[in-house]
């Protein structure tokens, strides 16, 4: 039976017991359950709605997996628990903006907060998170940094996906992409949790790693990472299927065109399944260079050989 707090996602309740986190992540928990408690009425409602249904954690995770692996077995330190809990924090400000940008109408099978609450709400509400995840950090200043380096480079992402849409792009293209979005996210983690640096190529890498398997596992139609996968595909975004398939000139076609036909998106759909045995390799290439990287700067990378086995783990059926 799993020792993990309830409210946290399944898919991530193997690996928190696995690695003995089970009472950190409650305390984690806990903390956002009070905090949300003391917020201002007129967003109490949204924050409820985003902070206390069910969660991965999985950013928390990492930051916890990766102190422990340079530091070893003992207490979470307050700073790096504090930093997991503002990671949580802006996480969920990302996927707030990414659900508005995106249109979607639900994420992990209920209601997005725009839906919900109206977008005026939602996007007041990701500032008032913004400035709550900086007063907690307080006098950090390493971690100050980090998030600010963080919520720059989720801008950039964002932008830069967008403006990549419905091209003929390829591999290299996505690995970009990928590396500034989901990549930056886990490389702050990285850093986070160990603040030497020595870990953030490996949190770039599982990083990647995570975003290609939420790409593949939209393409499965699996649940377990919450991306959107008709909305991407709809919008034309260089998902890792799509980079793949659109060698072909005529999927680049279907892919290329503004306004998509209900035959061009089955046909993507098709190409797209297609494609991922090749899709797969190129994930255990880069969860073969994560495992690589935690042999070669941590102290202990049993922890983060876990992760790098439970992410890898979520876009296969």
């Keep these: 039976m799993s020792t993990a707090p309830a409210g946290i996602d399944s898919t991530s309740a193997s690996v928190i017991d696995r690695l003995g986190f089970a009472p950190e ?5 806990a903390r956002i359950a009070v905090w949300v408690a003391a917020c201002d009425p007129e967003m109490r409602a949204a924050l409820e709605w985003q902070f206390l249904g069910g969660s991965k954690y999985f950013r928390p995770l990492t930051i916890f997996a990766c102190h422990r692996a340079m530091h070893g ?14 990671i949580e924090l802006f996480h969920n400000v990302s996927l707030v903006i990414d659900d508005i940008v995106d249109r979607s109408p639900e994420r992990r099978g209920r209601a997005t907060m725009h839906e919900a609450f109206g977008e005026l709400p939602a996007l007041m509400t990701s500032g008032y998170i913004v400035a709550e995840g900086y007063l907690q950090l307080g006098d950090d200043l390493a971690a100050i940094a980090l998030f600010s380096e963080l919520l720059k480079r989720l801008g950039v992402a964002e932008c830069l996906q967008w403006r990549l849409r419905r091209r003929p792009l390829g591999y290299e ?13 886990f490389e702050v983690c990285a850093c986070l949790g160990d603040r030497s640096g020595r870990l953030r190529h490996f949190g770039g890498l599982l990083g990647r790693l995570y975003h290609g398997c939420d790409d593949v596992g939209d393409v499965r139609g699996l649940p377990a990472l919450g991306g959107g996968g008709s909305e991407d595909l709809r919008d034309g975004i260089l998902t890792l299927p799509a980079a793949l398939a659109i060698r072909d000139p005529a999927v680049a076609e ?27 390799a190129k994930l255990d290439e880069i969860a073969e260079q994560a495992r690589g990287e935690a042999r070669l700067f941590a102290h202990d990378p049993e922890p983060l050989i876990a992760l790098v086995g439970q992410t890898r783990g979520l876009g296969s059926r």
């Design 25 to 29: 992540m409650a305390e984690l928990r």
């Design 73 to 86: 077995p003992g207490p979470i330190p307050p700073p790096i628990m504090t930093s997991a809990l503002v």
């Design 173 to 185: 293209d996505w690995w970009r992409i990928a590396g500034e979005d989901t990549g930056s996210m």
């Design 254 to 280: 279907a892919f290329c065109r503004d306004v998509p036909t209900e035959d061009d998106l089955r046909s993507m759909a098709a190409a797209f399944t297609a494609v991922l045995p090749a899709a797969d």
